[in-house]
Nanobody, 122 residues
C-alpha cells in the first residue's frame, strides 16, 4: 500500500517555473515506478512524465519534453516535477501515481494522490 500527497502547485505567469513534490508513505515506495499525469477541465487525465523505480529511466510527453524534469529520492520517499517555461496550456490538476512499471497509460498505476492545481496565466 502506498499513499501519495502532492504539493507545490499554484498560480504562475507564462514563462515561469514551479516545482511539484509528491510525498509517498510505505516501505515499498522504492519498488514502484512513479508517474505524473494532469487533467484539465473537461479533458481526460493525460500522461506527463514517469520514472522507473531506480530513477535510471524516464519518459516524457512530447508536449513537455525539454521543459519538465522528473526526479525521485528513494531515501526520502519523494518524487519531484520541475516545470520550466510554463505555458497557459499546462494549466491543469497534476496527479502523481505509483505503479509496478514505467508506462504512459494511467491504467498502469495503482495508487494516486489527490492532485495539486497548477494555473499558468498568459
Amino acid at each position: 500500500q502506498v499513499q501519495l500527497v502532492e504539493s507545490g502547485g499554484g498560480l504562475v505567469q507564462a514563462g515561469g517555473s514551479l516545482r511539484l513534490s509528491c510525498a509517498a508513505s510505505g516501505r515499498t515506495f522504492r519498488t514502484y515506478a512513479m508517474g505524473w499525469f494532469r487533467q484539465a477541465p473537461g479533458k481526460e487525465r493525460e500522461f506527463v512524465t514517469a520514472i522507473n523505480w531506480s530513477g535510471g529511466a524516464t519518459s516524457y510527453a512530447d508536449s513537455v519534453k525539454g521543459r519538465f524534469t522528473i526526479s525521485r529520492d528513494n531515501a526520502k520517499n519523494m518524487v519531484y516535477l520541475q516545470m520550466n517555461s510554463l505555458k497557459p496550456e499546462d494549466t491543469a490538476v497534476y496527479y502523481c501515481g505509483a505503479g509496478p512499471l514505467l508506462v504512459r497509460n494511467k491504467d498502469g498505476y495503482d495508487y494516486w494522490g489527490q492532485g495539486t492545481q497548477v494555473t499558468v496565466s498568459s
